[in-house]
């Protein structure tokens, strides 16, 4: 009798411990899992990590409820009016600044409580370049921009009429100093354009090596150190299909940096001026042994 009840007590002990166990992963299976209607178990966590780093500020409208995800670069038609998105409701834009300068009232910008608009109507090929949005926060009267939360994308306008950006300039000045880099700015509306840069005289075309000379269609032809060789009357020439396209002329000068820069003091009587003033003088021969005296502060 003794032994029948010592192994009906064994027995008991071994259902308690499975139904104890099972009951402990149900409760961890709970916790970090969850079936969906297809039958697999998907861990809830991971899910926001990827929802949250699929999010981006910078959207264009294509249609009432279809939207695109601008990347670093976009190539748009010109013509159709451009509507673009940020998300957020305090939002910052920069845009091309001749927009501003002149005035454009094809230009618009509206901000409800969600996000922010910008429309652009009729862009041309004029209208190439980087635009951005950014998120504004304010701690009471004080503002800036959450560099966390801002977008920039560089939108061509594609206009195989013209294949460069145009410029309010028929010849344009480009300064080369020996202390930062110098751009020749022929920038183009199609990034699949063969460009070359041109000297007229004498007449040669300036190879791009990829590391004293390079091209970004964004800026033009970066020259990392510039000299007083690379002085001169120069041209890109810009290919797609079709005849080759000449852009406006740039002459570049070469300016001397010098040692220091002057300090100018305003006398304190000035109430309104109490401040140094840094500038640099800098004056500059040009071909025809002409001057050029410039004051940068």
Not at 190 to 211: C, K, M
Request: proline content about 7%.
């Amino acid at each position: 009798m003794k032994l029948w009840v010592v192994l009906g007590m064994a027995l008991l002990w071994v259902e308690l411990q499975n139904g104890s166990c099972q009951q402990i992963k149900r409760r961890k299976d709970v916790g970090e899992n969850r079936i969906h209607p297809g039958g697999k178990r998907v861990k809830v966590r991971k899910l926001k990590e990827v929802a949250g780093k699929g999010q981006t500020l910078l959207t264009q409208v294509l249609d009432k409820g279809r939207f695109l995800r601008l990347g670093q670069s976009t190539s748009l038609t010109p013509g159709r009016n451009m509507e673009l998105r940020c998300k957020g409701n305090s939002i910052g834009w920069s845009y091309p600044p001749y927009l501003d300068t002149f005035n454009d009232s094809r230009l618009s910008i509206m901000q409800s409580d969600k996000y922010s608009q910008l429309i652009l109507k009729a862009p041309s090929a004029a209208d190439t370049g980087p635009y951005s949005c950014w998120v504004i926060v304010c701690d009471g009267t004080e503002c800036e921009r959450d560099h966390d939360r801002s977008y920039v994308s560089y939108i061509y306008f594609t206009d195989k009429d013209n294949l460069f950006v145009p410029s309010a300039f028929h010849f344009e000045i480009a300064y080369l100093r020996p202390d930062r880099p110098a751009v020749v700015p022929c920038r183009v509306t199609d990034p699949q354009s063969e460009v070359t840069l041109h000297r007229e005289v004498p007449p040669e075309e300036i190879t791009a090596n990829g590391t004293q000379m390079t091209y970004d269609p964004s800026k033009g032809f970066v020259l990392q150190n510039p000299s007083p060789e690379q002085q001169g009357v120069f041209y890109c020439k810009a290919v797609t299909k079709g005849t080759p396209q000449i852009s406006t002329k740039y002459q570049l000068l070469y300016v001397e940096v010098p040692s220091g820069s002057h300090m100018l003091s305003v006398p304190p009587h000035h109430e309104r001026l109490k401040l140094h003033i840094s500038s640099i003088c800098t004056q500059t021969r040009t071909l025809n042994n002409h001057f050029i005296t410039q004051l940068d502060f």
